[in-house]
């Protein structure tokens, strides 16, 4: 069964830190770039960050310099690291790989 599985979301202040996991399993995880995605209440769904198979990566604006994405292919997992936290942060976070979508986790940032 092809399926992504996130965890590590919740509720966290401003200025806070959260680790965001998704695991894989199902399908060949490292010929796949991996990739993190946001969608807050009323909006589109954003690209937060990429990585593909070689380690290049793409932030978006909003968090560069913020928030780390990485990939432990032995494991099948894709993380993303997220520090200095800020409100605008809140939303359902999805990983992608290979095509398939997580179901997401809710990040919340307020105090």
């Known amino acids: 069964q092809v399926q992504l599985v996130e965890s590590g979301g919740g509720l966290v202040k401003p200025g806070g830190s959260l680790r965001l996991s998704c695991a894989a399993s199902?399908?060949?995880?490292?010929?796949?770039?991996v990739g993190w995605y946001r969608q807050a209440p009323g909006n589109q769904r954003e690209l937060v960050a990429t990585?593909?198979?070689?380690?290049?990566?793409v932030y978006a604006a909003s968090v560069e310099g913020r928030f780390t994405i990485s990939r432990d292919n032995a494991k099948k997992t894709v993380y993303l690291q997220m520090n200095t936290l800020k409100p605008e942060d809140t939303a359902v976070y999805y990983c992608?790989?290979?095509?398939?979508w997580g179901q997401g986790t809710q990040v919340s940032v307020s105090s």
């Open positions: 990585m593909s198979t070689y380690g290049s990566t």
């Open positions: 992608t790989v290979g095509g398939v």
């Open positions: 199902g399908f060949i995880f490292d010929i796949y770039s």
